[in-house]
């Protein structure tokens, strides 16, 4: 009897303790789906509206989650924003990738054509960090402004690929000099209100970093 009763216990502790093991698997996937969430919005949101423009409210209602939650996966706003900036210069690496591969024998006239375009112009919260927030970046803290330069020697490590030239150097400057006129155009095409000026910059930037074939 004393056998069976302690088979019995030992067998329902050890359901106990599957269901907790369980229960707490549960939550920690859940923890990290959260903190994607919020990370997702916050790169999106930040792009939109701004570092200032965005508390930790509106971040936390568009994830679709509580306000409680939040300095427990961040600490803070600015560790918030550091890791927000660096998911949306991930992306953006993929998303040069991606472009490159399909660009085929014009790679850099792939990626140009995509970045500079009315959509990714009018879509900031879905594009470039640097463009929507570069200037704001530059008011910030250590830690952001590192994210920053990460991500941007990142793009234009990806760059020096595909511009012309022999000499590591030359490429190098050629890749600064066009990421540069790049993101500089974006800015402009987004802070003017003329539409036809906005993409008459667009295309100038475009036609200078991938001039026509000379017939």
Known sequence: MIIYITLIIYTVKQAIDMQESDEMRVTR????????????????????????????????????LTHGGFYGQFGSKEALMEQACTRAFDVSLERWRRLIEEGGDAPLAALTRVYLSPLHRDHPGEGCALAALGTEAARQGPGLRKAFTEGTRALVDLMTALVPGRAKAVKRQRALATFAAMVGALVIARAVDDEALSQEVLEAVSVSVNPPAQG
Do not use: H, I
Not at 37 to 56: I, K, M, S, W, Y
């Open 29 to 64: 996937e859940q923890a990290a789906l959260n903190r994607e969430r919020v990370l997702a919005a916050a790169a999106r949101l930040f792009r939109e509206r701004g570092f200032d423009g965005v508390g930790v409210a509106d971040l936390m209602k568009s994830a679709g």
